[in-house]
């Protein structure tokens, strides 16, 4: 009874009632059609505004008077439940909020002015997008006349308690039936409101009906929802919240000082009293690109600053994100472990969605939906399209994969702290050696499919896939050969040499086909010819490297296997690189009796393409030996077939041999023309020694037009390349180019420092200078010999001879040499 009315307020008179009817709550709700929840709330006082309609159908179930009826209702109107209840507005934020400028202003702009009534913050957990809502809602309240209303939902278990939230923060106190949505629409009514449901997607169909129902019923209210995954309500604006903007890997200090995840690294290791100097930076940049800018793993990381130094924190998030925990005591426990933050993603996964999930996490660098298919699916059936296809939407709106659209085919990825954590699932359900055995499959199948279009038309776009797949298919190798698989690795590597040949990885690629190479000379198991492919691409790449002693070796040995094979187009490639290494010997006898015998052997054959190569090498032979007749007929007739078939590499090289022809019979500007048209070919190719070789000519061809400073700049640019590449026969000649210059520029006793360098080199490789370049390096020698006397060109040649050839491309000599000029 209240004791400031006349009459029992409504919560009273209802009991009173229920009783003197000898009813239960229970039985009473279910002669009026209600709900107990509802009973039990009307007589607690919670819900103090029931419906007409609600009104009636107790009276009725009750067998109230007319008069009992006029006091029962007449206990509403004089129940307390007319004042203008109080909203529970947004908390104050904690700290200064760190970036997201650009997203506080465009989300204020939209809930202002843009006319739009429901925006969703979604993202990956622990990205920030409570953080903003709590900015955004304290920034936007004072346009809605009514306030902000903040909804913490993550604690709200399932939906009728979603209901109970929401009319709790709007100052309603409504039982949990679906009637107290109508209670709520006319709680609401026409005021203008913001409502901010926070952390919905436990509890997102809920979320999205209430947000349809309440929208439609309430003219001027507006609600911001924060959520893994996408309500898909009508008229819903998403904003994917974003990590924080990391710095690139060699940026100034500046520029690391100035990226937002740098900043709020920094914020948070000052939290714990640390302050890192500018010389720490780096270290702190690698960290923030470790989390890819993710703001709750940044919070994580900084917390470790109390015990492990920047650089140990970086170290250990290369390799695993176990060290992210140990967060706030009092933020709730997802917030507390990069883990827990994922568990919580997790379990609101379904069965197959897991198994996805799992599944993806085998790809590094990112895939495409055949790929998904091939990993997922046993058999891949249209209908297991169909099944990846809806699985990889799901997990998008999710927030747990991400998808580029920005190619003619999507490609999707995760973060990789997602990442790693769906990798131990996958551990946890015991399939990772079947994925990984997909996973394996679907690239070597790739990688064969890709090496048949090298050469041809499509190489350009071949490389470019290959480029985009590399992260998968350098960890398809490394499970290939830690587990021994011999046909595998074999197959893979080999199919892989040529790309890493092109791309200028000769070490990477050598490496893996000697592993390869191993494997199957233990297991005996691998068909020979793939032995024979492996043997013949190591020794390629050993003798790009100049390693003519294994590079022979290799190719002797895959050359005996092709003849035991009676593979002669097999036989004729290979006596093509034997070729090459008596070439750069300078043995030029020796080099065109091999190129002859693979021409003839591709002659037999009828295979253009060989044919076209085989006179290229015979061209290039010819110009190293000054016959330049000869090179030029043999690069003309090869440069025809090229550019017929569309060989990109081909071209470059012609037009390369052809160019150093004119360079030689002193046509300069020709020269330049072809060797113009070799280095664009081969930046736009991405063939790596194709740049390195025409920049080397360029450097020549200027410095015969006495251009010596662009003679400078293209000769360093190419000893840069031909250095990184491990081409040392070709550092050395770049290297007595730049001698010539130097002398011609009177820094003699540097051009006596270079050529000391490159004899060093040819002495460690054993590759004498070639016939075409010797007059220049020896009119270079004698020339500085004489300027600077016999003893001062000894102690720089010697200065030249004990410096590595990684500091000669540097650009400078030893500080010890102080006779030398200063170098350029």
Not at 311 to 326: F, V, Y
Not at 658 to 678: F, I, K, T
Request: charged residues 25%; negative net charge; proline residues 4%.
């Amino acid at each position: 009874m209240s004791a400031s009315n006349e009459i029992d307020d409504f919560a009273s008179l209802l009991r009173r009632h229920r009783l003197a009817a000898g009813l239960s709550q229970e039985e009473l709700a279910e002669k009026a059609g209600l709900s107990s929840d509802a009973v039990a709330a009307l007589e607690r006082g919670r819900r103090r505004a029931p419906r007409p309609l609600t009104v009636r159908l107790l009276a009725t179930a009750l067998n109230l008077s007319d008069a009992d009826f006029a006091e029962f209702t007449e206990s509403l109107r004089r129940s307390p439940a007319g004042h203008a209840p109080q909203v529970q507005g947004p908390p104050l934020p904690p700290d200064t909020l760190i970036g997201r400028e650009t997203e506080l202003a465009e989300l204020t702009s939209l809930l202002g002015h843009g006319g739009v009534r429901l925006v969703t913050l979604t993202g990956l957990g622990g990205v920030g997008k409570t953080r903003l809502a709590v900015a955004v809602a304290n920034e936007v309240r004072g346009q809605f006349e009514a306030g902000a209303c903040w909804v913490p939902l993550a604690a709200r278990p399932d939906g009728p308690e979603v209901i109970d939230a929401v009319a709790a923060a709007v100052g309603l106190r409504p039982a949990s039936d679906a009637a107290e949505v109508d209670a709520l629409a006319e709680h609401i009514g026409s005021r203008q409101l913001l409502v901010v449901l926070d952390n919905c997607e436990h509890v997102i169909e809920t979320c999205a009906w209430l947000c349809t129902v309440l929208l439609q019923r309430c003219p001027r209210l507006t609600f911001v929802a924060t959520s893994r995954e996408l309500l898909r309500a009508p008229g819903e604006v998403v904003r994917q919240v974003q990590p924080l903007s990391v710095p690139p890997s060699r940026a100034p200090v500046d520029e690391i000082r100035d990226a937002d995840a740098v900043r709020m690294f920094l914020a948070r290791a000052a939290a714990h009293g640390v302050h890192p100097r500018d010389d720490r930076l780096r270290q702190v940049s690698r960290v923030c690109r470790s989390v890819q800018g993710i703001p709750l793993a940044l919070e994580l990381a900084a917390a470790r600053v109390n015990v492990l130094t920047i650089e140990q924190i970086a170290d250990e998030l290369d390799t695993s994100s176990r060290i992210l925990s140990g967060g706030s005591r009092t933020a709730p426990l997802r917030q507390q472990t990069i883990d827990a933050a994922l568990d919580w993603s997790y379990q609101l996964l379904g069965a197959e969605e897991r198994e996805f999930f799992e599944a993806v996490s085998t790809f590094s660098g990112g895939w495409t939906l055949p790929a998904a298919v091939a990993v997922f699916c046993a058999e891949q059936t249209d209908a297991c399209h169909e099944r990846v296809l809806d699985l990889t939407g799901r997990l998008i709106d999710k927030s747990l994969i991400l998808v580029d659209r920005d190619a003619a085919e999507a490609r999707y990825s995760m973060f990789s702290v997602i990442r790693q954590y769906a990798d131990r699932r996958l551990d946890d359900g015991g399939r990772r050696t079947v994925i990984e055995q997909r996973h394996l499959r679907h690239f070597v199948e790739l990688a064969e499919r890709a090496e048949r279009t090298l050469g041809t038309d499509q190489q350009a776009a071949t490389l470019d896939h290959l480029d985009i797949e590399l992260d998968n298919l350098r960890v398809a190798l490394g499970r290939a050969i830690s587990r021994e698989l011999g046909s595998e690795s074999m197959r893979l590597a080999a199919a892989l040499w040529r790309y890493f040949y092109l791309r200028g990885h000769y070490s990477e690629g050598r490496d893996w086909l000697e592993s390869a190479l191993r494997i199957a000379r233990a297991a005996d198991t691998v068909a020979p010819a793939a032995l024979a492919g492996a043997a013949r691409g190591a020794g390629y790449l050993a003798f790009l490297q100049c390693e003519y002693d294994v590079a022979a070796e290799r190719l002797e040995e895959a050359l005996g296997r092709y003849r035991r094979l009676d593979d002669p187009a097999g036989a004729a490639l290979t006596l093509r690189h034997l070729g090459s290494i008596a070439r750069e010997r300078a043995d030029y006898d020796a080099a065109h009796e091999l190129h002859l015998e693979s021409l003839h052997l591709y002659q037999q054959l009828g295979d253009k393409a060989g044919i076209a190569w085989a006179r290229h090498f015979l061209g290039f032979v010819s110009w190293l030996r000054m016959d330049l007749g000869g090179a030029r007929d043999y690069s003309a007739a090869a440069l025809g077939y090229f550019q017929q078939a569309g060989d990109g590499e081909g071209i470059t090289w012609s037009q390369l041999n052809l160019g150093v022809v004119a360079l030689y019979d002193g046509d300069l500007d020709g020269a330049e023309r072809l060797l113009h048209q070799s280095l664009g070919r081969a930046q736009r190719l991405g063939y790596r020694e194709g740049v390195g070789w025409s920049l080397n000519q360029l450097g020549v061809v200027a410095r015969r037009q006495g251009r010596l400073e662009r003679a400078i700049h293209l000769l360093d640019e190419s000893l840069a390349e031909h250095q990184e590449l491990g081409d040392k026969w070709r550092s050395a000649s770049v290297l007595e180019a730049l001698a010539s210059v130097a002398q011609e520029h009177h820094n003699t006793a540097y051009a006596a420092f270079l050529l000391g360098a490159a004899s060093a080199v040819r002495d460690t490789i054993g590759a004498p200078v070639p016939l075409c370049e010797r007059p220049d390096t020896e009119g270079t020698t004698t020339a500085v010999r004489d300027a600077l006397g016999e003893r001062a060109f000894a102690h720089a040649w010697g200065a030249g001879q004990a410096t590595p050839l990684h500091a000669v491309a540097d650009g400078y000599p030893p500080d010890a040499l102080s006779t030398l000029d200063t170098p350029w």
